[in-house]
């Protein structure tokens, strides 16, 4: 009798195991690929607050500035190969000595995101002033993006997007290029661009490769509702028009490597040799820094927006607004 009972026990257990094993495969074969998917969240490592403000922007402006953000209270800039500087308004700080490589950031009001080779993330909260690092992937994270619900999205080499909300978690699968940068509206609308001109679009059922038209690699990308602009090597620039990519004109061959959106009167486009370029609805325009240093990267705070440049041990931070251009360091 007991050995009846066994053998009927087995059995239940093994049909309830071919039972969910189905639902498990069918669950998994309805996803559509690539699709937004969540997972387990990483291991992080918080660091120290960083200090009182003091005048330190010549420490700031002697490593090879690479990207940067505004929350409500700062502007935030970060290094290739250095540390994180900070701008109340008043003074710049070097708020973090410690070298990473870092080559992008994003912002909401009250918090910096930043993100590098090897995985590395690091992120500032203004409320309590901490810095926490994170070690989220071993991929190389290229891009990052945020969006007016603080929804972050992270790119990176093999095809590799992350979510953050409390903790880093993978947001595709089965995208296998190389992605460089990504713009976000919400955990449901996003653009990527890569090498070799692949663009990938996200809405509600997951991600979609969009033909681009251009083998050139896009480092860069902007939206703001159904406009969307990409940027790249050669100088390319591409507008989607009625869904489709279309290529724009904008006189010159250099690297273009960032891309902002002020509201929905101009993008502002800068790169390589001191380029800045602002396209709006009545043309083209070039704006003269007075520099040939590489901007690395621009972002808007409010109505003006900010570039970030460097060149070997030189760097440069210029803020613009309307007709006035304000710049600090040595670029």
């Known amino acids: 009798m007991r050995a009846t009972l066994m053998a009927s026990a087995a059995a239940v257990l093994l049909v309830a195991g071919a039972v969910l094993a189905g639902l498990i495969g069918a669950r998994l074969t309805a996803v559509p690929t690539p699709s937004p998917i969540r997972s387990a969240a990483p291991t992080s490592t918080p660091a120290p607050a960083f200090a009182t403000p003091i005048d330190t922007a010549d420490l700031v402006f002697q490593q090879p500035l690479s990207a940067g953000c505004a929350t409500a209270e700062a502007v935030y800039v970060f290094s290739d190969g250095g540390g994180i500087g900070r701008f109340d308004g008043q003074r710049w700080t070097l708020i973090d000595p410690t070298l990473r490589t870092i080559g992008a950031a ?130 390319v620039v591409l507008s989607l028009v009625n869904g489709a990519w279309k290529r724009v004109d904008v006189g010159t061959n250099a690297t273009l490597r960032s891309i902002v959106r002020i509201g929905r009167t101009f993008v502002a486009i800068v790169g390589d040799g001191g380029t800045v370029i602002r396209l709006s609805e009545t043309g083209t325009t070039r704006l003269d820094l007075g520099t040939k240093c590489d901007l690395r990267a621009v972002f808007a705070r409010a109505s003006e927006y900010w570039i970030v440049g460097s060149s070997g041990g030189r760097a440069g931070v210029w803020r613009v607004a309307g007709d006035k251009l304000e710049k600090w360091g040595a670029c």
């Open 106 to 235: 994003a912002c909401s009001r009250d918090r910096a995101v930043a993100v590098g080779l090897a995985g590395r993330a690091i992120t500032i909260d203004d409320g309590p002033r901490s810095v926490r690092i994170d070690t989220v992937t071993f991929e190389d994270l290229l891009g990052i993006g945020t969006g007016p619900d603080a929804t972050v999205l992270a790119v990176g080499t093999r095809g590799t997007v992350l979510r953050t909300d409390a903790a880093w978690q993978p947001y595709a699968r089965g995208i296998e290029d190389d992605l460089q940068a990504v713009a976000v509206a919400g955990p449901t609308t996003a653009w990527a661009v890569g090498p070799r001109g692949v663009t990938y679009r996200l809405d509600g059922t997951g991600w979609h490769l969009v033909p681009s038209g251009v083998t050139t690699g896009l480092r860069a990308v902007a939206l703001a509702g159904e406009d969307v602009v990409a940027a790249g090597d050669g100088g």
